[in-house]
């Protein structure tokens, strides 16, 4: 038996095909090649799947050929078929992965490479110029120029800037090749536990939170703190002219995920920009209204990617913004 299609790829008709051996028709190699194969069908009862190559017309083929096989009424063997598959282009998409990957993988080691480079090279020139500063500052204080004493000042806060966003610049570096380990979160106890630590460092502050019964969570616990602190200091940052500043933090399950929220009354953003929302060193506000680098929400997103989870926002100028981010129910499978 033959079909139309095997009588075209080897330029004859099923008719002509049909009671010839297989080297009248196709080259010695390869039907050596299929008869090795049908024995192995024929000597151990089982199908066999391989990939095979061949020129057809002046083209390069890769086929996925399956070898089964055929038996009677009594079980008896009688016979192999053969089915063989144009997979050519499946072939070229996954060469072409595999390309991509390796080239991500290139990537991932130098950038691994840039930020030791950075956490070396470029913070001893900031040490100095921030130590230089203050040592000129501390002897000629009283010789200095009010404008003079301005432009040391600007120094050594720009610097101090610079060495913050190359610490950000380390985490978030980090945050694409560390280790995650799920467990099952007290989400309601860790929200709390870092609401008190940014209250101790905002003692000055008017602010209130307002925590609804928080479901737990299935994370990294390490990692899912991370998130929690940025985007509750973030709603902290942003409410700075407000009186009380106030933060919300809840929950509700939808398709087997929570989905956590965190809610505040600050300043709120243009959705328009909502694309610089979340990747690195971008700001909607200026460094002057509100310190900050513009990682931490990039930290946020990528923690939660990993977790195989969506971050996305609301928000109106002056009318708030609304954080969320999701976390599976169920501890999936080591």
């Given at each position: 038996?033959?079909?139309?299609?095997?009588?075209?790829?080897?330029?004859?008709?099923?008719?002509?095909?049909?009671?010839?051996?297989?080297?009248?028709?196709?080259?010695?190699?390869?039907?050596?090649?299929?008869?090795?194969?049908?024995?192995?069908?024929?000597?151990?009862?089982?199908?066999?799947?391989?990939?095979?190559?061949?020129?057809?017309?002046?083209?390069?083929?890769?086929?996925?050929?399956?070898?089964?096989?055929?038996?009677?009424?009594?079980?008896?063997?009688?016979?192999?078929?053969?089915?063989?598959?144009?997979?050519?282009?499946?072939?070229?998409?996954?060469?072409?992965?595999?390309?991509?990957?390796?080239?991500?993988?290139?990537?991932?080691?130098?950038?691994?490479?840039?930020?030791?480079?950075?956490?070396?090279?470029?913070?001893?020139?900031?040490?100095?110029?921030?130590?230089?500063?203050?040592?000129?500052?501390?002897?000629?204080?009283?010789?200095?120029?009010?404008?003079?004493?301005?432009?040391?000042?600007?120094?050594?806060?720009?610097?101090?800037?610079?060495?913050?966003?190359?610490?950000?610049?380390?985490?978030?570096?980090?945050?694409?090749?560390?280790?995650?380990?799920?467990?099952?979160?007290?989400?309601?106890?860790?929200?709390?536990?870092?609401?008190?630590?940014?209250?101790a460092a905002n003692t000055e502050r008017e602010l209130e939170l307002r925590i609804t019964s928080m479901l737990p969570g299935n994370g990294d616990p390490t990692l899912i703190r991370q998130v929690l602190f940025?985007?509750?200091?973030?709603?902290?940052?942003?409410?700075?002219?407000?009186?009380?500043?106030?933060?919300?933090?809840?929950?509700?399950?939808?398709?087997?995920?929570?989905?956590?929220?965190?809610?505040?009354?600050?300043?709120?953003?243009?959705?328009?920009?909502?694309?610089?929302?979340?990747?690195?060193?971008?700001?909607?506000?200026?460094?002057?209204?509100?310190?900050?680098?513009?990682?931490?929400l990039a930290i946020v997103h990528r923690i939660i990617v990993r977790h195989g989870g969506r971050v996305w926002a609301e928000g109106k100028v002056d009318k708030g913004a609304a954080f969320y981010f999701t976390?599976?129910?169920?501890?999936?499978?080591?």
């Open positions: 038996m033959a079909n139309k299609a095997v009588a075209e790829v080897l330029n004859s008709t099923p008719e002509q095909m049909i009671g010839k051996k297989r080297h009248e028709f196709m080259p010695k190699d390869n039907a050596d090649w299929h008869e090795a194969n049908e024995r192995q069908v024929l000597e151990s009862g089982r199908a066999r799947e391989f990939e095979e190559y061949s020129q057809v017309k002046g083209r390069a083929i890769t086929w996925l050929t399956i070898k089964f096989p055929l038996s009677d009424a009594q079980g008896m063997i009688y016979a192999v078929g053969g089915i063989s598959t144009d997979i050519t282009a499946r072939k070229q998409v996954e060469m072409e992965l595999m390309k991509q990957t390796k080239e991500l993988d290139d990537a991932n080691r130098e950038l691994e490479s840039f930020s030791y480079s950075v956490s070396h090279d470029l913070k001893a020139p900031l040490r100095a110029i921030d130590g230089f500063s203050r040592m000129v500052l501390k002897k000629n204080v009283d010789n200095l120029s009010e404008d003079t004493l301005r432009k040391l000042d600007v120094i050594r806060r720009n610097a101090e800037k610079m060495s913050v966003l190359i610490d950000d610049l380390l985490s978030f570096s980090k945050m694409l090749k560390s280790n995650i380990t799920v467990s099952e979160i007290n989400m309601d106890k860790l929200a709390k536990e870092v609401w008190g630590e940014i209250q940025n985007l509750i200091s973030n709603a902290v940052k942003f409410t700075k002219t407000r009186k009380p500043g106030i933060i919300e933090v809840g929950c509700y399950s939808e398709n087997g995920n929570v989905v956590y929220c965190v809610k505040d009354n600050g300043v709120g953003f243009d959705m328009a920009y909502y694309d610089k929302l979340f990747g690195v060193f971008q700001r909607l506000h200026s460094y002057v209204e509100y310190e900050g680098t513009g990682v931490g976390l599976s129910q169920k501890v999936p499978l080591p």
